[in-house]
């Protein structure tokens, strides 16, 4: 397949109204991309991180009423699932495109990453882009420039990791859909490789790679 870049029609899917009709017209037209960048990024990742990248296509299988407001390719070091692991994602909401280093609030790991994270406050605090943002609930698209927070307010996100059951932390680059659009497909393909390139050690982190 050759890839072309997001459209206007690729986001306006989340104006549709109705499971089905939006779940349908994701199916069409989202999906087979997010395929195609999930495929393209597992041996970069793979590359970048020292573990196997594996595919994995949200498919929004548990909705029964509400439509779903995003969706996102993930890639995970497990076949099975990508939920309970430090993991990697490409998405969109109507607004934008998202490219994440995360850690949700399923992973089991999650106190020890956030010990981790902590220990590299310093680090991450200097070396995080300032047009990266980080994010404390995927299931929100808002989200924090790191450009705009204090290494105290860091700090807490990575403590609230250790000890609030639902916490999450996610970090990496947001672009406004209509900057998206713009891109061409070669574009894309290199923004989200600059970003991925700059989350992986937030990964290795997480997962004790030296």
Avoid at 124 to 135: A, I, M, N
């Amino acid at each position: 397949m050759e890839f072309k870049s997001f459209t206007k029609e690729d986001f306006d899917v989340f104006l549709i109204d109705g499971l089905e009709a939006r779940m349908e017209a994701l199916k069409e037209t989202i999906r087979p991309k997010l395929e195609f960048l999930g495929q393209y990024f597992s041996p970069q990742l793979a590359a970048l991180t020292g573990d196997e990248m594996y595919v994995h296509v949200a498919k929004h299988a548990r909705r029964t009423i509400n439509p779903p407001k995003d969706t996102w390719v993930a890639l995970a070091n497990n076949a099975r699932g990508y939920k309970m692991l430090p993991h990697f994602q490409i998405g969109l909401w109507n607004t934008h495109l998202f490219i994440w280093f995360a850690v949700i609030y399923e992973s089991p790991q999650k106190e020890v990453i956030g010990e981790r994270f902590t220990k590299k406050l310093n680090k991450l605090y200097k070396e995080t882009p300032k047009d990266f943002v980080w994010s404390v609930d995927h299931t929100k698209p808002e989200t924090v420039k790191h450009q705009e927070l204090s290494k105290e307010e860091l700090q807490s996100f990575f403590q609230r990791l250790q000890t609030v059951k639902k916490a999450e932390i996610l970090s990496g680059f947001v672009m406004d859909r209509e900057k998206v659009i713009q891109l061409k497909p070669e574009e894309l393909l290199e923004e989200i490789e600059t970003v991925f390139k700059q989350v992986a050690p937030l990964y290795k982190i997480a997962v004790n790679h030296k």
